[in-house]
């Protein structure tokens, strides 16, 4: 997306998941969406996260 955020902002592109391991580390409830929307639609191929976000993925 072009716009003067961007102009401001620098972050490394993701690398491809199929030529790389890329690992996400998330924790939290508020992480859940994010975390999920990753894994969904398969910007990652590892997540790290704690135990009670771990649960929280599963039973979702």
Do not use: F, Y
């Amino acid at each position: 997306i072009e716009g003067i955020t961007n102009d401001r902002v620098s972050s490394a592109a993701l690398p491809s998941r199929e030529k790389s391991l890329v690992i996400a580390l998330a924790m939290g409830e508020r992480k859940l969406p994010g975390i999920l929307a990753a894994v969904n639609r398969r910007l990652v191929n590892g997540l790290i996260t704690d135990e009670r976000t771990a649960d929280a993925l599963l039973a979702g």
